[in-house]
């Protein structure tokens, strides 16, 4: 996860996130460096970051803007949109109150911890 400004767009970290991936453990072999596919919402619908993942060999999985609804990505992104709202039941993190990105980073890392504390005691 990473933390922008408020106005900065999400397009924009998309390839440092990418090159912030850890391997990815599989079958046996060599860990794959790279997702074989991504998942994006139509805010990502740039043809420029179509290019560059399919140079970096990942399938660009991205809903056209200008296109009626039902790509058939709800399937997949409906986990990621779940997720944050998980985070927004901390209020803090919903509003961003704080000035300094340390503290910020703080909080949404207390409040993964809280959420996996959560569904692990859940699950015993």
Not at 57 to 86: D, T, Y
């Amino acid at each position: 996860m990473t933390l922008t400004g408020g106005n900065r767009h999400d397009v924009t970290q998309l390839l440092p996130l990418l090159d912030a991936v850890p391997p990815i453990r599989g079958a046996r072999g060599r860990p794959r460096r790279k997702p074989r596919r991504l998942y994006a919402d139509r805010g990502y619908d740039f043809d420029k970051y179509r290019r560059l993942l399919w140079k970096r060999g990942i399938k660009p999985m991205i809903a056209r803007r200008g296109i009626a609804h039902g790509s058939g990505l709800g399937k997949v992104r409906w986990v990621v949109e779940r997720a944050f709202a998980w985070l927004h039941q901390f209020k803090r993190l919903r509003t961003r109150y704080e000035r300094r990105a340390d503290l910020h980073q703080g909080l949404l890392d207390l409040a993964c911890s809280l959420i996996c504390l959560r569904r692990l005691r859940a699950s015993f």
